[in-house]
């Protein structure tokens, strides 16, 4: 199982971006997804989170400016982000609870990353 994460890249402070995650390999169920920031010289942080039931939760700095979608069919999490700011930049990672298999546990993926730069 790969999560695949794109979308990333330079932004003047203001602007959009819209980035993606897909899911492949061996997949049986995707329960919940979401979407985690790394700023530099910080911890990973909480960004939102999508149920498999389409319940989204976000972090009170995106509220209003980001808004994360999923698409079952294509096995995918978006994450459309509009008025980004310069606290914005990061290493984007997305992640997902999946069960590869019949009778297996959920496990926890992670994707490598997308970095996105808001320039002020």
């Known amino acids: 199982v790969q999560l695949q994460a794109s979308g990333g890249g330079l932004v003047q402070s203001g602007g959009s971006l819209r980035l993606s995650c897909a899911a492949s390999?061996?997949?049986?169920?995707?329960?919940?997804m979401g979407w985690y920031r790394q700023a530099p010289g910080k911890q990973r942080e909480f960004v939102a989170r999508i149920s498999s039931s389409g319940s989204e939760t976000y972090t009170d700095s995106v509220k209003g400016r980001f808004t994360i979608s999923r698409d079952n069919a294509k096995k995918s999490v978006y994450l459309q982000m509009s008025s980004l700011k310069s606290e914005d930049t990061a290493v984007y990672y997305c992640?997902?609870?999946?069960?590869?298999?019949?009778?297996?546990?959920?496990?926890?993926?992670w994707g490598q990353g997308t970095l996105v730069t808001v320039s002020s």
């Open positions: 390999g061996s997949i049986v169920s995707i329960n919940a």
């Open positions: 992640n997902a609870g999946i069960r590869w298999r019949q009778g297996a546990a959920e496990s926890l993926y």
